[in-house]
């Protein structure tokens, strides 16, 4: 519509100066409980809005277990989708009092999605690590470009190797980039207990290196 | 060359990212001056590196773009389907309901007339019993009466 000075001056003065005051409040930032609870309430865009905000962290974490772009694209969507169900019964079978810690639901299931994946990929045969891209440092020679790559290959597959909970929050740790207390919520642990597993992991990891080195070494 | 154990806890946080500025500057100060702490530290933070994943390529960044709208279609193509499967057992379930209501009076028809059969039965084995019973007793009589007809020849 174009602007119409006229009509602009004779709006009420009060209401013009309410209407720029409310131009000056920045968005609202709802959290995920309140964007959750407004989809299931029928508000379509609040679905996007949740979605744009976890898309990338929870894609990153189910690409370690499924290198192939199409299969980590389709395991986000499920993941998305399996927390919105899991939020929904939750508010049916608790009252729509219940709270809904979504990003921890949304990481658990992803983590889980991706395990299921990778235990799928392995009975058959395919090896999962070798199609994801090599993540080698910029400006470094071939040489050191291959043996880093070479390094990569091999800590990422001991990082599918570690136990379940050292994976699990080693994943969403580095790869989701949460904080050990949103790791621990959604993986129903302590703060503390997920960083002693993220401790434990980096140390076997270490040595899985080291080890390595060693054996190159001695070859 | 091995870092120093009180050290060591605070070597894994920096590696992982999570140390408070205060906990940082104490550290750094103390990796200035020890070889081994200092060589450690680069080991941890090497191995947190090397098992990071890369970053997304713009493929897949452009991928990503286009999943809310996916994701939406997705929700609703699930939403119709539990509609339709919900729908599918209503229908089931109404359908046994009326075969339960049709046989239903079928069924008690057929209960009453084993009933009457039963009923019927009844009678039919009383007479028998009285058939017998009178059978008895006219043999007793014929007993009788040919005993008296032998008493009286």
Redo the contacts between chains.
Sequence with gaps: MPFDAKAERSVDPRLRRALRLVEMVPELKLDDDELCRAFLAGD?SA??DL??RH??RV??VV??YAPD?ED??DL??RA??RA?QAARRALSRFGPKHSIPFQAWLFRIAVNLGKNHARQERRWKRAPISD????A?SQTSALDALV?AE??K???K??LNLPRRQREV?TL???AEL??GEVGSALGMSENSA?VH??YA??R??LV??EQREKEKNS | MTACPDFE?LL??R??D?LTPEQSARLEKHLATCAGCASEAQ??V????????????P??RI??QG??????A??HR?ERRTRLFRRVGMGIAAAAAVAVVSVLPTLARKGQTTNSAVQVEDPTVAALEGWGADDLIADSLADSIVGGDVVDE
């Design positions: 379509e679905f996007g979605i744009r898309q990338a894609y990153t690409r370690r772009p980590a694209r986000t969507q998305f989708l919105f994801v891209e090599l993540n440092p880093w390094a990569s091999l800590v990422r001991a990082v080693f740790r580095v790869d904080s050990f960083k993220f401790h980096v140390k990891l270490r290196l080291a | 806890q894994l946080e590696a992982s999570t080991a941890l090497e191995t947190v590196a090397l098992a990071k994943l890369p970053p997304l390529t493929r897949e991928s990503l999943m809310p709208l996916s994701a939406l997705a929700w699930a």
